[in-house]
């Protein structure tokens, strides 16, 4: 990896080991990287347990999206979806368990895969590519189940409100849409740019940030990162953030923003925005918070840059790993 | 205690008191001075001042024995009292412990309350935007006042046109019947005179 391919490195994509002691990080060249957590957070870390442990080259296209399982890496590149076992990565060992790529119609390109996201009541993974659908794989069968057809244009997010059984996406096309998990069909669509609250026209009407915690939904991108209600529809607290953020994440009573600009956002639910700690990457693509390990609780974030930041304190950057 | 050699003692006290600094060499000197006292042949005056000079001597010995029991005793106090000191803040550190928990615990509860309570306030704000039920209802209610009354008029309007157009029916058939009656009766009248005008004309 020359000087010059790590100037150019964009980080998108993180995940947590099931076990909480390591992150895989996705990145622009298609490589994923394996850092030790332990290692890094010891007391007597150098600089030399800030690299990864492991480096391979998962996919031919950029890994837009990785997603962690109870024993299984899921990471999404090139159009297809590839798993690996965390213990054999953890053994160093680089072999898939499987590849699998949803059936796209058309032939001649081949859409991206933006964005996974896990159902867990059913076992299934949601699938947001860039062909404008949701393909759902069953990861107990192996097979694809359905798609969920109705976006306009490429879908950027997806993401699994737990307690209605539903799906959201967010697309390019300004919609958010949500879906009965059982039926396949689309519930609900809310066009956030048509809100006066939190449209933004001069940077477009594309949603490309989407979380939930059942009863509420972060959405942003081209229009302003807002809160909505989910029951009642409406939006509820719009945030004054300059740029247009990425990725979203509820965290106890706060709420973590990142996107544009070198800087992670904590707002308040009501609207306000309390602080923004500066980082290395000049802008952001992802935010990871490893909540299932007890003693390496961080906040880690990448961008634009071969650097990712880890937070052991909210407040501030402790330090950065680098590919 | 055991562990401690007799050499390390030795050792020690050589470090320290190398030729008996003080208080062996004056115990030696005494026994020295004693021996020499009881064999001296000198004149007594001599020998009484010798004999003082070796009380004071062994005075000064016991006093720097009394002194160093002395010492002893505080050092074994002063031990006692750091043990004391010692628990004393293991204790201090487990409750602090303790509190630490307590408090993290407390704060979480205390950030999901404050979660809840966004929560409520941002709900709060779209449900104000809405306007109010009860007004909503009075609307409601003087809508359908006035749906009944305009429904009362119509059915009024109805029943009054119904029987107007009756009533006219009623004239118009009359009348008619009227005109039928009165041609009948012209025509009648003409048949009768043009009847008894040929009768006259053939008499």
């Known amino acids: 990896m020359g000087p010059v391919e790590l100037l150019h490195m964009s980080v998108f994509s993180q995940s947590f080991s099931p076990c909480g002691r390591f992150l895989a990080a996705g990145n622009n060249y298609g490589e994923i990287a394996l850092f030790s957590l332990a290692a890094a957070l010891s007391p007597d870390a150098t600089t030399a347990n800030q690299k990864p442990v492991l480096t391979f080259t998962a996919h031919e296209g950029p890994v837009f999206s990785l997603l962690s399982t109870d024993s299984v890496l899921l990471s999404a590149g090139n159009g297809e979806v590839s798993a690996w076992n965390w213990t054999e990565l953890i053994k160093k ?137 989910l029951r009642s529809l409406s939006p509820t607290s719009v945030f004054p953030l300059s740029g247009c953020q990425r990725r979203a994440a509820f965290h106890q009573d706060m709420i ?68 | 205690m055991g562990a401690v050699t007799d050499d390390e003692v030795i050792r020690k006290r050589l470090l320290i008191d190398g030729d008996g600094a003080g208080d062996d060499r004056r115990i030696n000197l005494l026994l020295k001075s004693f021996t020499k006292w009881c064999n001296s042949p000198g004149s007594p005056e001599e020998g009484f001042t010798q004999y003082q ?16 029991l002395m010492v002893y005793d505080m050092n074994l106090r002063e031990m006692e009292n750091y043990e004391k000191i010692y628990s004393n803040i293991e204790q201090n550190i487990t409750s602090a412990h303790d509190k630490i928990a307590e408090c993290k615990k407390e704060i979480q509860r205390a950030k999901r309350i404050r979660k809840n309570r966004q929560e409520y306030d941002a709900l709060a704000k779209i ?77």
């Open chain 2, 127 to 203: 449900i104000q935007q809405h306007p109010d039920r009860h007004e909503t209802l009075k609307q409601l209610e003087a809508l359908d006042k006035e749906l009944q009354h305009l429904s009362h008029i119509k059915e009024n309007v109805d029943a009054k046109l119904e029987l107007r157009k009756k009533q006219f029916h009623v004239l118009l058939t009359t009348i008619q019947e009227l005109q039928q009656t009165l041609e009948n009766d012209e025509k009648s009248d003409n048949d009768d005179q043009s009847q008894e005008s040929p009768a006259q004309n053939g008499e």
């Open chain 1, 93 to 229: 060992n680089v072999k898939p368990l499987w590849t699998k790529r949803p059936n796209y119609k058309s032939s001649l390109e081949i859409p991206e895969i933006n964005s996974m996201a896990i159902n867990p009541r059913d076992d299934s993974l949601a699938i947001g590519a860039g062909d404008n659908n949701v393909h759902i794989l069953d990861l107990e069968h192996g097979a694809f189940k359905v798609t969920l057809r109705g976006h306009t244009d490429y879908v950027h997010c997806v993401c699994v409100r737990e307690r209605e059984a539903e799906l959201l996406s967010g697309s390019e096309d300004g919609a958010v849409r949500m879906w009965d998990c059982r039926t396949g069909q689309s519930v609900h669509c809310i066009e956030v740019h048509k809100y006066e609250s939190c449209a933004r026209p001069q940077h477009g009407k594309w949603i490309s940030c989407l979380t939930t915690d059942s009863d509420w939904m972060l959405c942003g991108g081209g229009p302003s990162l807002s809160l909505w209600h």
């Open chain 1, 256 to 323: 973590l923003a990142v996107g544009d600009g070198a800087f992670v956002s904590h707002c308040l639910l009501g609207g306000e925005v309390k602080g923004q700690i500066p980082c290395t990457p000049p802008s952001l693509n992802t935010l990871q918070l490893n909540t299932k390990s007890s003693e390496h609780r961080v906040l880690t974030v990448g961008g634009g840059s071969s650097k990712i930041d880890v937070f052991t304190n909210l407040s501030y950057r402790a330090f950065s790993l680098s590919f």
């Open chain 2, 53 to 68: 000079r070796m009380l004071g001597t062994l005075a000064q010995c016991e006093f720097s024995m009394g002194k160093t």
